[in-house]
């Protein structure tokens, strides 16, 4: 069954909320997102895909991936893995990068805590994400964060039902 994805926004503190409920146990959701060859079959909205250099998912770790457009492009993210709490929740920070991993200094960062929430035999996933200023939240709901999302949770989905 397909779930929706619920998007709020708070611009007064310039926090984004993403809630999905995901019919799956939390061990299997849990792996899609630490795994980097799962994670890469969901994370981006199609046609782009995901593709990880580097991933080292533990407190301290770092998670360096480009986005791969349908022409080859690609454009690079930083993550930063500040606490993780194995199938319940991990916080970062992430914000575009070189190939290397050096920070744009110009691009907003963002704050995430991913919480998984056994509901049932599945798992609800509340995503939170803050930003330090209002000017970046906007900037990143600008460049289409809203539908890139709700297009990769529902790529989990898909992924998490043919496993």
Known sequence: MAHKTTISKDLAAKKLQVVRHFDAPVEKVWKAWTERELLDKWWAPKPWRAETKTMDFQAGGLWLYA?????????????????????????????????????????????????????????????????????????????????????????????????
């Open 67 to 163: 986005m791969v457009g349908p022409d080859g492009s690609r454009m690079f993210c930083r993550v930063d893995l500040i606490a993780v709490s194995p199938r319940q929740h991990f916080t970062a920070r992430s914000v575009f990068s070189d190939e290397q991993g050096n920070i744009d200094p110009s691009a907003p960062v963002m704050n995430w805590m991913v919480k998984f929430e056994s509901a049932g035999a599945g798992v609800t996933i509340v995503t939170e994400i803050t930003f330090d200023t209002e000017a970046d939240m906007k900037k990143i709901v600008e460049m289409g964060f809203e539908g890139g999302y709700t297009m990769g949770l529902g790529n989990l989905e898909e992924l998490l039902a043919g496993q």
